[in-house]
């Protein structure tokens, strides 16, 4: 696509952004991350990720700090409301977390030190590579083949300003601004319940939540829910055993634009959230009625980390998904979660991150046209998502086959 170095601007400094920030920079081309978080760093709510092996595979081949990433679960295994054991499948799963890779990606994008790990060598022929933090992304224009594509911003302090680019990579979520410039019409849809969210040192578990949940990718269904744990790295990326964290997810159904809902989005302060609800922002009253129905309804050992989370978060669980994903003659490129917001149960967002990294990737080195870069990202998007609907319409609407009694 590019026969020589290019101006790059990646909209969005998440991890979608920065992997393709990397594959772009170990190309030799300038690249500018421009993402609106007015911080100089992103501070997740202490999300667990799995690591599919789209993931580690762009971590095999961009990650030069060579530092281990995963907890490795080696089982999955089912519950019942008491906690008994009803299921076992022997497949092993890479369980890391967001902060981790995010700070692996940092190191290798533009050499942020952290404590999670050393900064990697500088390359022969790498790119520029400028993180600009603060900068929201108001508009884009067109101005030709040989011209580029001219963005408008505003900064942190309130200023405008524009920047023109060779290519944009739209990386900037699944409430992407580009993708609502470019395709109005896509829309965003809440699609009727939530993920709870929460972690807990692994050190302060019960010997019967231990024995259940550690190394293990452990659930428990019934009517309209599905609860889910894994162990994950601390926030310094320690991986030891005892110093990890026990990484939940349980998901509950709240009908759109109920009062239950409304409650639920409203954080201490009043303020009513769309999407997610910031650790350390839920309203007392609301935590305190959920671990009540957690004792109630939940396995024993669901109830005792949901029991000892000190900061829980909420992500209301959406859809969302572009027609396309390249516009303006392939100057403007949609990726991630800009281009397919998929439900959580596919596990799925990092990896598709990573694969369309991987494939820009072999699409500037020759190795596909871009006609086959958008032909390959597409059909992986319309497939994930279609299964993350499916996997999420049986969770919580149907009837999972090894679903429980759910008395709460």
Same mark, same amino acid.
């Given at each position: 696509?590019?026969?020589?170095? $290019?101006?790059?601007?990646?909209?969005?400094?998440?991890?979608?952004?920065?992997?393709?920030?990397?594959?772009?920079?170990?190309?030799?081309?300038?690249?500018?991350?421009?993402?609106?978080?007015?911080?100089?760093?992103?501070?997740?709510?202490?999300?667990?990720?799995?690591?599919?092996?789209?993931? @580690?595979?762009?971590?095999?081949?961009?990650?030069?700090?060579?530092?281990?990433?995963?907890?490795?679960?080696?089982?999955?295994?089912?519950?019942?409301?008491?906690?008994?054991?009803?299921? %076992?499948?022997?497949? !092993?799963? @890479? $369980?890391?977390?967001?902060? =981790?890779?995010?700070?692996?990606?940092?190191?290798?994008?533009?050499?942020?030190?952290?404590?999670?790990?050393?900064?990697?060598?500088?390359?022969?022929?790498?790119?520029?590579?400028?993180?600009?933090?603060?900068?929201?992304?108001?508009?884009?224009?067109?101005?030709?083949?040989?011209?580029?594509?001219?963005?408008?911003?505003?900064?942190?302090?309130?200023?405008?300003?524009?920047?023109? !680019?060779?290519?944009?990579? !739209?990386?900037?979520?699944?409430?992407?601004?580009?993708?609502?410039?470019?395709?109005?019409?896509?829309?965003?849809?809440?699609?009727?319940?939530?993920?709870?969210?929460?972690?807990?040192?692994?050190?302060?578990?019960?010997?019967?939540?231990?024995?259940?949940?550690?190394?293990?990718?452990?659930?428990?269904?019934?009517?309209?829910?599905?609860?889910?744990?894994?162990?994950?790295?601390?926030?310094?990326?320690?991986?030891?055993?005892?110093? %990890?964290?026990?990484?939940?997810?349980?998901?509950?159904?709240?009908?759109?634009?109920?009062?239950?809902?409304?409650?639920?989005?409203?954080?201490?302060?009043?303020?009513?959230?769309?999407?997610?609800?910031?650790?350390?922002?839920?309203?007392?009253?609301?935590?305190?009625?959920?671990?009540?129905?957690?004792?109630?309804?939940?396995?024993?050992?669901? !109830?005792?980390?949901?029991?000892?989370? +000190?900061?829980?978060?909420? @992500?209301?669980?959406?859809?969302? =998904?572009?027609?396309?994903?390249?516009?303006?003659?392939?100057?403007?490129?949609?990726?991630?979660?800009?281009?397919?917001?998929?439900?959580?149960?596919?596990?799925?967002?990092?990896?598709?991150?990573?694969?369309?990294?991987?494939?820009?990737?072999?699409?500037?080195?020759? +190795?596909?046209?871009?006609?086959?870069?958008?032909?390959?990202? $597409?059909?992986?998007?319309?497939?994930?998502?279609?299964?993350?609907?499916? $996997?999420?319409? %049986?969770?919580?609407?149907?009837?999972?086959?090894?679903?429980?009694?759910?008395?709460?």
């Amino acid at each position: 696509m590019a026969s020589k170095p $290019m101006n790059v601007v990646v909209i969005g400094g998440s991890l979608g952004g920065l992997m393709h920030g990397i594959v772009l920079k170990r190309l030799g081309h300038t690249v500018r991350i421009l993402e609106r978080n007015p911080s100089p760093l992103l501070h997740n709510q202490g999300a667990g990720v799995v690591a599919g092996n789209d993931t @580690q595979d762009f971590f095999q081949h961009h990650d030069l700090t060579h530092r281990s990433l995963a907890v490795t679960s080696h089982l999955r295994h089912y519950l019942d409301v008491k906690g008994n054991e009803i299921h %076992r499948e022997e497949y !092993a799963q @890479q $369980m890391t977390s967001w902060d =981790l890779l995010y700070y692996v990606l940092r190191a290798n994008f533009d050499r942020v030190e952290s404590g999670y790990c050393t900064l990697p060598p500088v390359q022969d022929g790498e790119g520029k590579a400028t993180y600009q933090y603060g900068h929201t992304v108001t508009a884009l224009r067109d101005l030709g083949p040989d011209a580029g594509v001219e963005l408008s911003f505003r900064d942190r302090d309130g200023e405008s300003g524009k920047r023109t !680019a060779d290519l944009v990579i !739209a990386a900037d979520g699944g409430s992407s601004t580009v993708r609502k410039l470019l395709q109005p019409d896509v829309e965003r849809k809440y699609v009727g319940y939530v993920a709870w969210r929460g972690t807990v040192p692994e050190r302060s578990l019960s010997a019967a939540a231990t024995a259940a949940l550690a190394e293990k990718f452990t659930f428990f269904h019934a009517s309209g829910v599905q609860v889910l744990a894994y162990l994950i790295p601390v926030p310094d990326g320690a991986l030891e055993p005892g110093k %990890r964290l026990m990484n939940w997810v349980w998901y509950v159904n709240y009908a759109p634009g109920s009062a239950a809902y409304r409650e639920l989005m409203t954080d201490v302060d009043g303020k009513a959230h769309a999407v997610t609800l910031p650790a350390g922002k839920m309203a007392p009253r609301v935590w305190h009625k959920q671990k009540a129905v957690a004792a109630a309804a939940l396995p024993p050992q669901f !109830a005792d980390i949901v029991a000892k989370t +000190e900061q829980p978060f909420i @992500q209301a669980i959406t859809d969302v =998904l572009s027609p396309c994903n390249t516009y303006l003659d392939g100057r403007v490129l949609l990726v991630g979660d800009a281009l397919a917001g998929f439900r959580p149960h596919t596990a799925a967002s990092t990896s598709q991150a990573a694969y369309d990294a991987l494939m820009l990737d072999a699409m500037l080195r020759g +190795e596909m046209s871009r006609q086959e870069w958008a032909a390959r990202t $597409m059909e992986y998007a319309r497939r994930v998502q279609r299964r993350g609907v499916e $996997m999420g319409e %049986r969770s919580q609407f149907g009837r999972h086959p090894y679903a429980g009694t759910y008395p709460g």
